[in-house]
């Protein structure tokens, strides 16, 4: 079935420093969501991208769809303290019913 | 506001016992999810019902139960036949989306424990 793997499973940076997320999937899918989850809450949605290629920004988040449409990406300029948390993407392939979700990111602020 | 509404906060099961879980929405989305989350792992689909008096199974299906009678509600049992039922119970609500995924509104979760 549809695999949808996310990697790092965490990443401990300095405040200020940037932080990446990847997810990578074993098929084409035909959009992906992005989700935060800051510790001992629930999931939030981000953004959804669609098309092949496209780009999205949200001030200091940079989200990408890659150009097959299996990969993606997630990108934190300048981190902060308010970036604490779980970072997730979930996508569907062409041929399924539900989202599959990754693992999950964990970023880490170090003090 | 409107929202998802998720009870009780943290819930002890005892062996053999069947325990619900509730999910109230006020969104009035069409589509409802259950989830399970364990350390460390994203969120698992348990069942997912599109719209009322109608659900489907999801990956995890085996050992809980759900209703849909109404298009508010949504509820979770977890019976006697799930072994390992110690997680992190989430709900999620969202629009119909046809192609194009909505995105999905989450509760604040239940936290189930065994005794």
């Known amino acids: 079935g549809q695999q949808v793997m996310q990697i790092p499973q965490y990443q401990h940076v300095q405040e200020g420093e940037d932080f990446t997320t990847y997810c990578n999937s074993s098929?084409?899918?035909?959009?992906i969501q992005w989700y935060k989850q800051r510790p001992g809450g629930h999931p939030v949605f981000l953004i959804q991208?669609?098309?092949s290629g496209e780009v999205k920004k949200q001030k200091r988040l940079t989200f990408q769809f890659g150009e097959a449409k299996k990969n993606s990406s997630l990108h934190i300029t300048a981190t902060q303290t308010t970036d604490v948390g779980t970072y997730f993407c979930?996508?569907?392939?062409?041929?399924?019913?539900?989202?599959?979700w990754g693992a999950g990111t964990k970023l880490i602020i170090k003090p | 506001d409107g929202g998802i509404t998720q009870s009780p906060k943290y819930l002890f099961r005892k062996e053999g016992q069947n325990v619900t879980l509730s999910c109230e929405q006020n969104?009035?989305?069409?589509?409802m999810y259950w989830y399970r989350q364990d350390p460390g792992q994203g969120l698992r689909l348990i069942y997912y019902?599109?719209?009322?008096?109608?659900?489907q199974k999801g990956d995890i299906a085996e050992g809980y139960s759900v209703s849909r009678e109404k298009k508010e509600s949504f509820p979770l049992t977890v019976t006697s036949a799930q072994k390992n039922p110690t997680a992190f119970y989430l709900c999620?609500?969202?629009?119909?989306?046809?192609?194009?995924?909505?995105?999905?509104?989450f509760g604040d979760g239940t936290r189930l424990s065994i005794l």
């Open positions: 991208l669609v098309k």
């Open positions: 979930a996508g569907r392939g062409d041929s399924n019913y539900q989202l599959i």
């Open positions: 098929t084409t899918l035909s959009n």
């Open positions: 999620a609500s969202s629009r119909q989306g046809g192609f194009v995924d909505q995105p999905q509104h």
């Open positions: 019902s599109q719209i009322v008096n109608d659900f």
């Open positions: 969104l009035n989305h069409d589509a």
